[in-house]
């Protein structure tokens, strides 16, 4: 899938056209103008032009109406991957648990991104990203959030370093934590369904967390509890 992501100097809506058998392409109804050309395809890593996975390094290609600019060309390669497991407290596969990796811009201009996938029934998962520096988080319903390496705060996270080969090992162990739980009643003591009870870190600055609600009895999962 080759895709025009942005106009430098103009400002027509973003197109984009799937490649051929042979791997050719051609992107029509474009304005005269300064383009930014992007490649991508699942399994592989996504390119700018000229063979650069950054878009703010891409090299810009000018278009004018009538003709066309040819060559645009791109080489695309199997990208690294860090995988691991996400097990529970006793030792058992989380299936379908979230795990994000969060890339660490090395300059101000750098763009940050964000790649996620969620574990098979094994509690295994593998994420494919370009080469760079990575925090990593799992979580799942019903347990606490945690980053690499078993830390709970994204400052301190233990940084993941990808280069052209694949990292393994990246485990996570998540627990349940704390569960506040009580009853929400009418003054006569009729239970009120689908109320919502929040917690907080202190009472006047922090927001509350998700609850969960069912029939008149609610339970507040303290997921974020020190």
Known sequence: WVTVVSPVNSKPPANGVMTDSAGVYRIPGLNTGTYIVMASK?????????????????????????????????????????SGTVKDGSGNPLAFAEVHAQSIPLTPTQPMYLFATKTDVNGEYTIVAPPGTYILQAMAQGYMPMWYDQIRQADSATRIVLGTANVTGIDFTLNTGGIISGTVRMTGGAAVRGARVSIFFDKTTNPPFPNNTVNGVVKAMADQLP
């Open 42 to 82: 699942d399994g592989f890593a996504t390119q700018y032009f000229d063979q650069v996975s950054d878009p703010s390094l891409a090299t810009d290609v000018s278009v004018i109406d009538g003709q066309t600019t040819a060559a645009i060309d791109f080489a695309l390669s199997v990208p690294p991957s860090i």
